[in-house]
């Protein structure tokens, strides 16, 4: 009897067929291979990022180096079979038929594989073609590799309707051509620069996500928002990794998967790339294998839609080659996923209140009840639904089952999207290393797009051989960018280098030509940006461009395509920045090569950060009446115009700071700024005029906390010391008392507070999470707080270690220190009664509730025997036992003179301030989730109990009702 035929010498006969066919669209053969084992991990990812048909010839070429790898290849390839052209299903049919009976694994039913894409004919049929023998009882199961701790399958949902097969295998691929790449801009190997549109296997990094409070104010600028929700939730609540189709997993409690998932976050945050790796698993075959078929809907395209339509006619149009299966898809509406994306884009008004209508598949209505009737479930309630918007888009929370927020990145997403980043790992170490010692790039880097912007920035200064070339003189600057703004000059200018100047410029051309042979475009792109931030508009259409110079058919030709998005659908196109914080860079960067007289400036940032104008007659450059601007619009009660210019105005000192230093040459030929009404100062004197002008808004304007606060940072991105001299002194006190603040707002703190020579009367970061990294950054300055205030700052034992060398300091000037509500722990108390042996200035500790033990009293008698000048110690809600009790009564007789506070019936007003704090958390929702108000309200509970508050008098009346309004608040909180 003959041998059987060989694979390995039937796939080389065929080499040239198989590569024509597999090569429009190795993804799915490639994919498959990798989790039968066929192909190894780091090889999976060395072919994604090659071309497609020398992917495909790699991959031939290693599956033919042995027999056992051949039939492998042929089995993988018969399962992904409905993704290649009729051509090749045939040439399987005949030269390597399945049979099934033989290869039907125990405990499955025939004709079913739970793993393979939807099932052609071909696959049911047998033939006597001699190949066959190769398969027979040598089978290898297809398993599908499992994420870690992700124990559940779901079976595969077979399309048992020949009508539906071929169109939902178009879908799929159209869906991979559509998900399989994600934008990434990097230099090409040999040091030439190209668009590398890099695969999500290879680029993607899982993100972070928490249970969904519906607490995040959503007034702030985005760039804030992130940060404070970091502080808030990070340090407290659980929060956990997750892939994108973890979303859609069964609930602890009813056991069954969610059918209306609401995913919110940022701008940037990795919302959109989260769901797009959802649909790209999908069309895969390798998760969310229950839906039949996934539909994914873009707002920003839905508001093109102005007429009525039904939701089969909105289907329809948007996927054409479904049209003809819609009814019989929609019959069976528990086996869709609908994925909506971006609400926040969404222009038409959506009315959440209104009477369900009876709308069918058929019933034309307007498109944003459309997509009610879908979220709400009013409509095809079978189906699941996950909808992505930004904070500010309104989605109740009660039509939900599964509400996230999704806060980015963590340390170790940062350094994996590094490692993806950059090709070279010595490279990606050391940026992360350097992002890491940045504290305004590390904190900016959690948010993957800015992580993105970021690596972009610094890609230049970290190549392999980045210090060869510096020393050659390399067009941008020796040192990586510090500040935000100096992130975003590089980003910009590799941008241009990269995409505009092709044949025109290189890696060693000076910034100053770079920047010259795009002026005309900046600026056309700064007055956009900047005139369209006044208004807050964010999307434009092709006139709108026109009417700046700008040519939509350009984008995709010059760096305009790094900067301005298009946004299409039929025949309809609109456009948008980038990001929102591009815009803002942009017109910051327009605005400083346009203004070059001091008292103009001045004037405009009166009017960015505080919102006054002057008089008509008055108005500087780029504040006048032919931008038709409403003056009551920026002279309300709300003052939106302020808060929404944050960002753009630490934009605008950066760039400020950059043309001073001559660095802006190229746009604009003078870097000396005129001064104002003929007194003739230049260069040299504009940043003390900037210092004088800080320093009369700290003298005499009354300003909100969020207004000192940005003003901080605009002195931070300015970096001039003759300015920060003269703006510092007149700062006496901070309150901050429940801004949640980042670690680069300590940095701002710091930088400015550094130049003033004098003592801080008080610094209320109080309930403002700083956390340990960020009061290691305010350290150098704390010994000069006379009024320290640090409750619920998610602070611990390396907190109390550090605030206790302030406090042995020779020079430290602290009298009141307010450490309640942190977790310093025994260890961390011992520390600062040890340090108050030495300390000479404090007079009242405040260390409520600050996990203070038995053992935590070991030495605070003789310590605080040896201070003089404490003359007040609050200890209540900390559990010090019997013995610590007994310790705090020797002190007491050792020093008569120190008030010590050990229970909350002992004083009449820290009753009432406990009772104020409890009624706020009533009325503030967050405050319950910004910190662990919870184990807080327990130990001040367990604290009352102790007290044993059944006495008589104002003391123990107001305990029992401190006592009730507690119990009643956990219980309502569960």
Not at 287 to 295: D, I, K, M, P, S
Not at 475 to 488: A, F, I, K, Q
Not at 508 to 517: A, F, G, I, M, Q
Not at 918 to 924: F, P, T, Y
């Amino acid at each position: 009897m003959a041998p059987p035929p060989s694979a390995q010498l039937l796939l080389r006969s065929h080499r040239d067929l198989l590569l024509d066919w597999l090569s429009p669209n190795p993804s799915p053969l490639l994919r498959w291979l990798c989790d039968d084992g066929v192909l190894s991990r780091a090889q999976y990812l060395s072919m994604l990022e090659r071309q497609p048909a020398n992917a495909t010839a790699a991959t031939l070429e290693l599956v033919c180096g042995s027999e056992a790898a051949s039939l492998d290849f042929l089995r993988v390839l018969e399962k992904v079979q409905d993704y290649y052209c009729p051509q090749l299903q045939a040439w399987l049919l005949h030269n390597c038929p399945q049979q099934q009976k033989q290869q039907q694994p125990a405990g499955r039913s025939k004709g079913t594989d739970a793993t393979a894409p939807i099932a052609g004919e071909a696959e049911k049929r047998k033939s006597k073609n001699p190949l066959s023998k190769l398969f027979r009882g040598k089978s290898k199961e297809f398993a599908v590799t499992q994420d870690k701790g992700d124990h559940k399958t779901h079976s595969l949902r077979i399309v048992k309707s020949p009508n539906l097969r071929v169109p939902i295998s178009t879908h799929k691929n159209t869906l991979l051509s559509q998900t399989e790449r994600m934008i990434c801009y990097s230099e090409a190997a040999g040091g030439d620069v190209s668009n590398s549109r890099s695969h999500i296997e290879v680029r993607y990094t899982d993100l972070f996500v928490t249970e969904d409070d519906e607490s995040m104010e959503s007034s702030q600028h985005e760039y804030f928002n992130a940060m404070t929700r970091r502080a808030r939730i990070y340090a407290h609540q659980h929060c956990h990794q997750i892939r994108p189709q973890h979303l859609l997993a069964a609930q602890e409690v009813s056991k069954r998967p969610p059918k209306r998932i609401k995913v919110k976050g940022i701008a940037g945050i990795g919302k959109s790339v989260a769901v797009q790796r959802l649909m790209y698993e999908w069309a895969l075959g390798k998760n969310l294998r229950e839906f039949t078929c996934v539909f994914g809907l873009r707002f920003r395209e839905l508001n093109l839609i102005d007429a009525p339509l039904s939701l089969l006619e909105l289907l329809g149009t948007r996927f054409q080659y479904l049209r003809d299966v819609l009814p019989e898809l929609l019959e069976s509406s528990g086996s869709l996923l609908f994925i909506l994306d971006g609400l926040d884009e969404f222009k038409h008004q959506l009315n959440w209140t209104a009477v369900d209508k009876d709308i069918g598949i058929n019933t034309k209505v307007p498109v944003s009840e459309l997509m009610v009737s879908l979220i709400k479930g009013s409509l095809l309630p079978e189906s699941s639904v996950i909808l992505t918007t930004r904070p500010s888009a309104e989605a109740p929370k009660r039509f939900f089952q599964r509400c996230c927020v999704v806060l980015g990145f963590e340390e170790k997403q940062v350094k994996e999207y590094a490692s993806k980043f950059y090709s070279d790992p010595q490279v990606a170490e050391k940026v992360y290393n350097y992002i890491a010692m940045n504290d305004s790039l590390f904190v900016l880097s959690f948010i993957p797009l800015y992580c993105y912007i970021i690596c972009t920035a610094l890609s230049e200064f970290f190549s392999a051989n980045g210090q060869e070339e510096g020393a050659n003189g390399r067009s941008l600057e020796v040192d990586p960018p510090r500040t935000v703004s100096e992130v975003y000059s590089c980003y910009l200018l590799t941008a241009i280098k990269h995409h505009a100047l092709k044949g025109k410029a290189n890696r060693s051309t000076p910034k100053s030509e770079v920047l010259s042979l795009a002026k005309g475009q900046l600026s056309a792109l700064g007055r956009l940006a900047y005139e369209n931030l006044l208004k807050g508009n964010i999307l434009f259409d092709q006139k709108d461009l026109e009417k700046f110079g700008l040519h939509p058919q350009d984008i995709n030709s010059t760096f305009l395509c790094q900067v301005l998005v298009v946004i299409e659908e039929e025949k309809t196109e609109m456009f948008s920045f980038f990001h929102l914080t591009v815009q803002e860079y942009l017109a910051a960067l327009y605005c400083a090569t346009n203004l070059s007289n001091q008292d103009d400036i001045l004037k405009a940032l009166d009017f960015w950060c505080f919102g006054d104008l002057p008089s008509p007659s008055s108005y500087p450059p780029l504040i006048s009446h032919d931008q038709q601007l409403d003056h009551h619009m920026y002279t309300d009660k709300d003052k939106k115009l302020e808060k929404s210019l944050q960002m753009f105005t630490r934009f605008f000192m950066g760039v400020i700071r950059t043309r001073l230093e001559g660095q802006l040459q190229g746009l604009i030929h003078d870097p000396i700024l005129q001064g104002g009404q003929g007194n003739g100062q230049g260069q040299e004197d504009f940043p003390v005029q900037l210092g004088l002008w800080f320093r009369e808004q700290f003298r005499g304007r009354k300003m909100s906390n969020e207004i000192a606060l940005n003003l901080l940072h605009c002195l931070m991105e300015l970096h001039m010391q003759e300015a920060t001299t003269r703006a510092a002194p007149e700062i006496k006190r901070l309150y901050l008392f429940k801004m949640k603040l980042s670690v680069v707002d300590c940095a701002a703190m710091h930088y400015v507070l550094q130049f003033s020579p004098h003592t801080l009367d008080e610094l209320n970061l109080g309930y403002s999470n700083i956390g340990n990294r960020g009061l290691n950054r305010l350290k150098p300055i704390l010994h000069r707080c006379e009024s320290l205030y640090l409750r619920y700052n998610c602070l611990d034992k390396n907190a109390a270690v550090l605030e206790s060398d302030i406090l042995k300091s020779k020079d430290c000037q602290v009298k009141k220190l307010y450490m309640c509500g942190n977790n310093l722990g025994p260890d961390g108390v011992l520390e600062l009664w040890s340090a108050l042996e030495q300390n000479s200035t404090i007079e009242e500790l405040y260390l409520d509730i600050t996990g203070i033990t038995e053992r935590g009293t070991e030495n605070i008698v003789n310590s605080l025997s040896k201070n003089t000048t404490l003359t007040t110690l609050t200890i209540v809600g900390n559990d010090i036992g019997v013995t610590g009790r007994a310790r705090i009564q020797e002190l007491e007789r050792r020093r008569p003179g120190l008030r010590i506070i050990g229970n909350f019936v002992d004083d009449l007003g820290l009753l009432q301030a406990y009772l104020d704090w409890v009624q706020e958390i009533q009325h503030d929702p967050d405050q319950m989730n910004s910190v662990r108000n919870a184990d807080a309200l327990q130990s001040v509970l367990k604290g009352l109990q102790v007290a044993r508050t059944d006495g008589h008098g104002e003391n123990a009346s107001k305990a029992r009702e401190l006592e009730a309004q507690i119990t009643q608040l956990l219980q309502a909180n569960g």
